[in-house]
Nanobody, 126 residues
């Protein structure tokens, strides 16, 4: 059974940093592309970043480019999202997602992924 469990969300001041984790079980994470999405209150879900299964090719939304970094530790079956220089507009529930059909990193495609975690809340506020 595929499971994704996010952690690491917290309340942080603007300019601060957080590292989110997404621990996978039921499959070998290195076989699939992985993605992070977020949803702020009253807004649609937004693709944040993804990483491909091979070669660890990454992609980022323009809104977070240069501030967030996605990475994976296949030995721990975990994907991370390092978030730096956080802004109030980064406040959202962050989800990780995967789908065995998707090997490459494409945020539009992965918005249709079949496996999702329950999310972790990130609040950026003074």
């Amino acid at each position: 059974q595929v499971q994704l469990v996010e952690s690491g969300g917290d309340l942080v001041q603007p300019g601060g940093s957080l590292r989110l984790s997404c621990e996978a079980s039921g499959f070998a994470l290195d076989n699939y592309a992985m993605a992070w999405f977020r949803q702020a209150p009253g807004k649609e879900r937004e693709g944040v970043s993804c990483i491909s299964s091979e070669y660890e090719i990454t992609d980022y939304a323009d809104s977070i480019k240069g501030r967030f970094t996605i990475s994976r530790d296949n030995a721990k079956n975990t994907v991370y999202l390092q978030m730096d220089s956080l802004k109030p507009e980064d406040t959202a529930v962050y989800y990780c997602a995967t789908d065995p059909r998707f090997l490459s990193c494409d945020l539009e495609t992965m918005n249709h992924a079949i496996y999702w975690g329950k999310g972790t809340l990130v609040t950026v506020s003074a």
